[in-house]
């Protein structure tokens, strides 16, 4: 037995070594789990989730490397100890190897859409893991040294299985300062709206369409206003904050806010911060039920924006939704109604045809009736287009300027958009975030494409808590009534899918499975024909994969 603390051992400093440079190799070791746990948005609840579903084999991996290195010190120690008890250290050799394997396989190898990003957050809890990192190896060593004599260095060869549990726990101990920090940019960005006393601040939630009705909002109203609005999806106090303070300047008379919420309380939290006026409530459903538990809690928070916006206040409602015809009933502020059913609501269209091209329809605006045409695809499209209209009417804008914009509005990247690819093959990308209605709709649109062979490409749907497997097996029966080809990407969700297209008749030996965006690309190689439609519904991140 050594006694570490005698500073004349040199292995209380060999050990300071080791425990250094580990440090740094189980940063980089617990670089999935890190990944995860931002791609889950700091959630602990999400990061779990995955580690329950997925997580397991990077986990089983980890282990490997301890065994292995375990098994290599233990060799070690055995071959050299008489020969001295420097020569144990040999065995750091396999350890290092090992864990570079990892690392390469993990970080360079595996194929991820969303590669961790070094923020500003995510550095410091990277500084904190590699600070925790070195204690508890150290810690190891001593243990180890001490007490298993026979184990030697053994501690070292434990400390990646730490890693599932100490990404979270980085992550927990610095809440309470990633909490402060976002308070101060937060109190900035509401400082600086007050400087803008004029502005016309307008929020959009609901469960679908958010991004694509702020995008067509953004573009009909700039007909007339200097318009800023919240940039991609950021949705969320911080993203709002973050295009307050970077991109709203004394220029600019209106501020578009796409509200985000997966649990009660979100979306009044996101209208304190940019105090709106004017709302549009998108049509609701069950997306994020495994965060908000049911639908009737998605119901209560999507009901915050219109409760928030009062007497005083204006929204728009989709009233083709059931739910939000429910939200409407109850609410004090003004209400615009917009439908494709309805003649009987503000706004509404009629003779709706959709082609390869876009879709053509009829606006009906109080007494006039206009022909319009867009490049939109899908009838929710043209229902989200409408919600921008019946805004812009309130905001007085003309019917001239109203026209001119519809025309300018163009889909939003990975939303159903319509893409034209080689061979005159046609891609209908809405891989973006798919949901029970938004799939439903798209399955719509291809259902249009007549005389070419369909296929449907899709990891299947997600975050809808205990309804998962069911809600999967009623898409697979869905895409049996449009679809020729099928490839189901990622285990998670293949038997649910395959059992529901397999129960509706559909021809087995045309269901194709798939690991993977390469894997895919290869089954894509092998089918695909001139003049085919591609349906590419969903794609998943790399923490549902």
Not at 122 to 146: D, V, Y
Not at 464 to 480: C, D, K, P, Q, V
Request: include cysteine; aromatic fraction near 12%.
């Amino acid at each position: 037995m050594f006694d570490f603390f005698d500073f004349s051992n040199m292995h209380f400093y060999f050990a300071l070594a080791i425990a250094f440079v580990n440090a740094f190799v189980l940063c980089f070791e617990g670089y999935k789990f890190l990944q995860i746990i931002q791609l889950s948005g700091y959630h602990s609840r999400g990061y779990f989730d995955w580690l329950k579903t997925s997580g397991g084999i990077y986990v089983g991996r980890l282990a490997m490397v301890a065994i292995l290195s375990a098994a290599c010190f233990i060799v070690t120690d055995v071959i050299f100890r008489a020969y001295g008890d420097y020569y144990a250290y040999f065995g750091l050799i396999f350890y290092l190897v090992f864990s570079i394997i990892y690392i390469s396989n993990v970080v360079y190898f595996s194929p991820q859409k969303i590669p961790l990003k070094l923020t500003n957050r995510m550095n410091r809890a990277i500084i904190l893991m590699w600070i925790l990192s070195f204690a508890i190896t150290f810690g190891l060593l001593i243990i180890t040294e001490n007490y298993i004599p026979y184990f030697r260095l053994g501690g070292l060869a434990l400390s990646p299985l730490i890693l599932p549990v100490l990404v979270p726990f980085v992550h927990i101990c610095l809440k309470p300062l990633e909490k402060a920090i976002n308070q101060r940019f937060i109190k900035k960005a509401r400082k600086k709206l007050a400087l803008f006393p004029d502005l016309i601040k307008i929020g959009i939630t609901g469960s679908f369409g958010k991004t694509s009705t702020k995008n067509f909002l953004a573009t009909i109203l700039s007909e007339k206003y200097s318009v800023c609005a919240t940039p991609f999806n950021f949705n969320t106090p911080l993203g709002i904050t973050r295009t307050v303070l970077q991109y709203l300047d004394y220029g600019t008379q209106v501020f578009i806010a796409e509200m985000g919420a997966r649990q009660n309380g979100d979306i009044k939290e996101l209208c304190e911060l940019v105090e709106p006026k004017y709302g549009i409530l998108t049509a609701i459903g069950a997306q994020h039920i495994a965060t908000f538990k049911n639908l009737d809690n998605v119901k209560k928070t999507k009901a915050e924006l219109p409760e928030y916006l009062g007497k005083d206040g204006v929204c728009v409602f989709d009233m083709d939704n059931e739910i939000v015809r429910e939200i409407a009933k109850n609410a004090t502020c003004k209400k615009i109604k917009v439908s494709l059913k309805d003649k009987n609501s503000d706004v509404f269209a009629s003779d709706i045809m959709t082609t390869n091209q876009g879709t053509s329809f009829k606006l009906h605006l109080g007494d006039k009736t206009y022909d319009c045409t867009t490049k939109l695809l899908g009838l929710h499209n043209i229902s989200n287009l409408l919600l921008c209209v019946g805004l812009a009417k309130q905001l007085d804008l003309t019917d001239e300027q109203i026209l001119l914009g519809i025309q300018k509005v163009m889909p939003v990247e990975h939303r159903l958009q319509l893409i034209n690819a080689k061979n005159d093959v046609t891609i209908l990308d809405d891989t973006y975030n798919s949901s029970i209605d938004g799939s439903q709709r798209a399955l719509e649109v291809l259902s249009m494409f007549k005389g070419h062979r369909k296929i449907v490409i899709t990891p299947g749907l997600v975050e809808l808590g205990t309804m998962e497997r069911l809600e999967n097996y009623n898409f697979g029966a869905r895409i049996s009534k449009v679809a020729d080809l099928v490839v189901i990407v990622n285990k998670t969700h293949y038997l649910s899918i395959k059992q529901g297209l397999l129960d509706n008749n559909f021809d087995e030996s045309k269901i194709y499975e798939a690991e993977n965006l390469i894997d895919t690309q290869n089954v894509l190689k092998d089918i695909l024909q001139k003049g085919d439609v591609i349906l590419w519904e969903n794609d998943l991140p790399d923490n549902y994969i």
